[in-house]
């Protein structure tokens, strides 16, 4: 045997010894020391095996030690190996039982735990499933919804359902039916379902001589939750739920999510708040739901930035319902929030609300959400629209500057797409003035100081001639060629 070779079983023999003692031992330092002797067992006994690729000994003696740090894959691969070699030796056979013994009872230990773990995950991914994207919902109403003086909401309820769907129930006050069909056209254009809207005469609150009533059922990319299914192994994704979690302590739980809601409710200057504290519901050895209920007063700007506080905290939370009235036609709404909150029972105490990791990025900014509820309240009267401070429906012009031809067009706005007297109709929309356009094919218009014509009208877009040039823009979007903004 040379001595290479006698080096590596030396080795080998005393790190077998130093394993079992280590085995008896506590202490990260112990761990450590045994993990260097394994790695230099096998840095030799691999330098070995190259200069005599045919001593089964040394594949025997390898395995064992790519065992005991649980590379049951190589350790397999060089007992194998080992018998190949020598299959006479009863040894090598002995090792790899001893080997397959111990990967048995390991995947055991693994299943009993994935067992436990695994549906407390799927429980936990499938709750947080049917949130929805309130605020994306409530933005596109503003944007497509006709105008103050044609329409306005005195009621939204929007809730979700376990079966994973969203819906809003509307209701609201008009000059004339054309305008409810007109926002009907614009949600089916987003690409929402709406049942047939109840229409009748009720007492007139001028300008508006019409009552409706309807129920809207969301586009399915309005659903999902704020934060995303974080991807890796079972127990990865559990961590990340449980950093999320609200505190195992049930009262600990309450008293610091009650503080942040409080928080984000006077960071959004919601007035006469009232938060309650609801009931607990829990899933034996899973989870537990607390509820909330958080009302108050605010206008639509403000609401829009409880909302987006809301969604892009990151907590393991969802917004259950929402609940908005506005009877008088003033800037301020009566709004109520559902909300439920999970707490593991694995889930770290230590973790304050604002210390959690925040969730995925709206689609807009907080001002940019803010700024378009402000612009166009569905609630408000045309008197009672935002002012200035709170995003103002006129462009951000000095007095006395002159708009130019894309200013006039990018207020603009295509908002509706209907049917009057058996003939297509489409409504312009200027954000600047408030100021609305009702034409039919071949109608000529002017913007500004910018003329314009209709050449044709179809389901979700038209067709213009717009200072000389040919046009076709969308549901939502402006004449100058871009989104409503």
Same mark, same amino acid.
């Given at each position: 045997?040379?001595?290479?070779?006698?080096? =590596?079983?030396?080795?080998?023999?005393?790190?077998?010894?130093?394993?079992?003692?280590?085995?008896?031992?506590?202490?990260?330092?112990?761990?450590?020391?045994?993990?260097?002797?394994?790695?230099?067992?096998?840095?030799?006994?691999?330098?070995?095996?190259?200069?005599?690729?045919?001593?089964?000994?040394?594949?025997?003696?390898?395995?064992?030690?790519?065992?005991?740090?649980?590379?049951?894959?190589?350790?397999?691969?060089?007992?194998?190996?080992?018998?190949?070699?020598?299959?006479?030796?009863?040894?090598?056979?002995?090792?790899?039982?001893?080997?397959?013994?111990?990967?048995?009872?390991?995947?055991?230990?693994?299943?009993?735990?994935?067992?436990?773990?695994?549906?407390?995950?799927?429980?936990?991914?499938?709750?947080?499933?049917?949130?929805?994207?309130?605020?994306?919902?409530?933005?596109?109403?503003?944007?497509?919804?006709?105008?103050?003086?044609?329409?306005?909401?005195?009621?939204?309820?929007?809730?979700?359902?376990?079966?994973?769907?969203?819906?809003?129930?509307?209701?609201?006050?008009?000059?004339?039916?054309?305008?409810?069909?007109?926002?009907?056209?614009?949600?089916?254009?987003?690409?929402?379902?709406?049942?047939?809207?109840?229409?009748?005469?009720?007492?007139?609150?001028?300008?508006?001589?019409?009552?409706?009533?309807?129920?809207?059922?969301?586009?399915?990319?309005?659903?999902?939750?704020?934060?995303? =299914?974080?991807?890796?192994?079972?127990?990865?994704?559990?961590?990340?739920?449980?950093?999320?979690?609200?505190?195992?302590?049930?009262?600990?739980?309450?008293?610091?999510?009650?503080?942040?809601?409080?928080?984000? =409710?006077?960071?959004?200057?919601?007035?006469?708040?009232?938060?309650?504290?609801?009931?607990?519901?829990?899933?034996?050895?899973?989870?537990?739901?607390?509820?909330?209920?958080?009302?108050?007063?605010?206008?639509? +700007?403000?609401?829009?930035?409880?909302?987006?506080?809301?969604?892009?905290?990151?907590?393991?939370?969802?917004?259950?319902?929402?609940?908005?009235?506005?009877?008088?036609?003033?800037?301020?709404? !009566?709004?109520?929030?559902?909300?439920?909150?999970?707490?593991?029972?694995?889930?770290?105490?230590?973790?304050?609300?604002?210390?959690?990791?925040?969730?995925?990025?709206?689609?807009?900014?907080?001002?940019?959400?803010?700024?378009?509820?402000?612009?166009?309240?569905?609630?408000?009267?045309?008197?009672?629209?935002?002012?200035?401070?709170?995003?103002?429906?006129?462009?951000?012009?000095?007095?006395?500057?002159?708009?130019?031809?894309?200013?006039?067009?990018?207020?603009?706005?295509?908002?509706?797409?209907?049917?009057?007297?058996?003939? $297509?109709?489409?409504?312009?929309?200027?954000?600047? $003035?408030?100021?609305?356009?009702?034409?039919?094919?071949?109608?000529?218009?002017?913007?500004?100081?910018?003329?314009?014509?209709?050449?044709?009208?179809?389901?979700?877009?038209?067709?213009?001639?717009?200072?000389?040039?040919?046009?076709?823009?969308?549901? +939502? !979007?402006?004449?100058?060629?871009?989104?409503?903004?």
């Amino acid at each position: 045997m040379n001595g290479l070779k006698a080096l =590596a079983l030396a080795v080998a023999f005393c790190c077998q010894a130093a394993c079992a003692a280590d085995r008896a031992t506590t202490g990260s330092a112990a761990a450590s020391d045994q993990a260097n002797n394994l790695d230099e067992t096998i840095a030799t006994l691999t330098k070995s095996l190259e200069a005599d690729p045919t001593d089964g000994r040394a594949y025997r003696l390898r395995g064992e030690a790519f065992a005991e740090k649980r590379d049951w894959s190589r350790a397999v691969e060089d007992l194998n190996q080992a018998i190949r070699i020598d299959p006479e030796n009863a040894q090598n056979f002995r090792t790899r039982a001893r080997i397959l013994a111990r990967m048995s009872q390991e995947d055991e230990a693994v299943a009993e735990k994935l067992a436990t773990v695994l549906p407390t995950v799927r429980s936990v991914e499938q709750w947080i499933a049917d949130d929805v994207r309130w605020l994306d919902m409530l933005s596109e109403i503003c944007e497509r919804i006709p105008t103050a003086g044609d329409l306005r909401l005195t009621e939204l309820t929007a809730s979700s359902s376990r079966a994973g769907h969203g819906s809003v129930k509307l209701a609201g006050m008009a000059r004339e039916p054309a305008a409810i069909d007109a926002m009907q056209a614009a949600l089916r254009g987003l690409g929402h379902q709406v049942q047939p809207v109840r229409v009748h005469q009720g007492e007139p609150e001028p300008p508006y001589e019409w009552q409706f009533e309807g129920l809207v059922a969301l586009r399915a990319d309005l659903l999902g939750p704020a934060t995303a =299914a974080p991807s890796g192994s079972t127990a990865d994704r559990l961590a990340v739920w449980q950093a999320r979690s609200l505190p195992a302590d049930l009262e600990i739980a309450q008293s610091t999510y009650r503080v942040w809601l409080l928080d984000i =409710a006077r960071s959004a200057a919601l007035r006469d708040g009232k938060l309650d504290v609801g009931a607990i519901q829990s899933r034996t050895g899973m989870y537990r739901i607390i509820s909330f209920s958080l009302s108050g007063r605010c206008s639509a +700007g403000q609401l829009a930035e409880l909302l987006w506080h809301f969604r892009a905290s990151g907590h393991l939370h969802k917004l259950r319902s929402i609940s908005i009235r506005n009877r008088d036609g003033g800037r301020e709404m !009566e709004v109520v929030l559902s909300i439920q909150a999970m707490s593991l029972p694995t889930a770290d105490g230590s973790v304050r609300p604002s210390e959690r990791p925040p969730g995925e990025p709206a689609r807009r900014t907080m001002d940019e959400y803010r700024d378009v509820v402000s612009r166009r309240n569905p609630f408000a009267r045309p008197a009672a629209q935002a002012p200035d401070a709170e995003g103002s429906a006129r462009p951000n012009v000095e007095p006395g500057e002159p708009m130019t031809e894309f200013d006039s067009l990018r207020h603009a706005v295509v908002v509706a797409i209907t049917i009057v007297n058996d003939r $297509t109709q489409v409504w312009i929309l200027n954000r600047a $003035t408030s100021e609305t356009w009702r034409l039919f094919p071949n109608d000529a218009f002017k913007i500004g100081e910018v003329s314009g014509k209709v050449i044709r009208i179809a389901e979700d877009h038209a067709e213009f001639e717009v200072g000389g040039r040919r046009r076709v823009v969308g549901l +939502g !979007e402006n004449l100058a060629g871009n989104k409503g903004s």
